[in-house]
């Protein structure tokens, strides 16, 4: 029991792991921008391409 506390109290104070953390919050929100734009760039080069007749 007390190990399993001193485990968990480790953990809580170990600020690496909330380092990590931050990093995979801004990579998320960089992934979720880019592929909005990939996306919307899909989008756009459809149209374009679609209006293109030979």
Known sequence: ???????????VSDRRGITAMEYAVVA????AVALTAFNALGTK???IMGTITL
Do not use: Q, V
């Open 45 to 47: 080069l459809t149209t």
């Open 1 to 11: 029991m007390f190990e399993a506390y001193k485990t968990i109290k480790a953990l």
């Open 28 to 31: 998320g929100a960089i992934l």
